[in-house]
């Protein structure tokens, strides 16, 4: 059995698809870059770590890794630039690459921080958003999945920089699907909710983890692998009627 069919059930609702997924070097970004290779696509692995990328690539069949910093107007151009060179076109992206920010009220928030956390979870989703639209436009369209969050819809304290990024990153989703479905480019925005991954097991005691999964209706957190298939759907032909929505992946955590 190949790789693909070992991870993906067989599956090859990407097949022939060559995908970029940012932020793939580990948590989400990962699972969304195995899953794209594991239902067929060629993957381009972009993360600003390039250890990382070329670790992850190094495991899926005819995958590359690249380094970009999202929030460089440069090395973003490179890395479609690098992935349409790579394999001759460009046909899907996950735009998963972002930052938290710290912790702090309204009134305390350090503006050098508040910019920062715009810079990557903002500025550069439309850095990647305009140079990957401008590729797929050479090849007759394709499908973009940018990573927004639960709190794209929703308040948490002490979190000002990161909800305003997430909330701006839907209404610009919005704009970007609208604005080119008459190029066949479809442009959606996923919204997890708390999704366990090795990052949230090092910096989180287990208590703090087992206060967290009751605000979920299913009473668990959510893991990369599900974010991963509802992207992979997002990507693929079966989602040919979805552009410029947001979809909350939340366990229904909105809902209480």
Not at 57 to 85: Q, W
Not at 230 to 246: C, E, G, I
Request: charged residues 20%.
């Amino acid at each position: 059995m190949s790789d693909a069919g070992a991870n993906g059930g067989g599956r090859a609702d990407l097949e022939g698809k060559v995908v970029l997924v940012t932020g793939a070097g580990s948590g989400i970004g990962e699972s969304c870059a195995r899953r794209a290779a594991a239902g067929g696509a060629r993957v381009a692995v972009v993360d600003i770590d390039q250890e990382a990328a070329d670790r992850v690539a190094a495991d899926l069949p005819g995958a590359i890794g690249i380094r970009a910093d999202v929030a460089d107007e440069e090395s973003v151009a490179r890395m479609v630039e690098t992935t349409v060179s790579q394999f001759g076109r460009l046909d899907g992206a996950v735009n998963n690459a972002g930052v938290s920010g710290g912790f702090y009220t309204v009134a305390d928030y350090p503006l050098e921080d508040w910019r920062r956390v715009m810079r990557v979870n903002l500025d550069g989703v439309f850095l990647c958003l305009r140079e990957e639209i401008r590729a797929m436009r050479g090849n007759g369209g394709g499908s973009i999945v940018n990573m927004a969050s639960v709190l794209a819809a929703a308040g948490y304290p002490e979190q000002s920089a990161y909800v305003a990024s997430k909330h701006a990153l839907v209404g610009l989703t919005r704009v970007a699907g609208i604005d080119h479905a008459a190029d066949g480019i479809r442009v959606n925005a996923l919204g997890p909710a708390f999704i366990l991954t090795p990052m949230s097991e090092q910096t989180m005691t287990p208590e703090a983890i087992a206060a967290v999964a009751p605000m979920h209706a299913l009473g668990r957190w959510g893991r990369p692998e599900e974010v991963a298939e509802m992207t992979a759907w997002l990507l693929s032909d079966a989602a040919s009627f979805a552009t410029a929505t947001y979809y909350p992946l939340d366990g229904g955590l909105l809902a209480r």
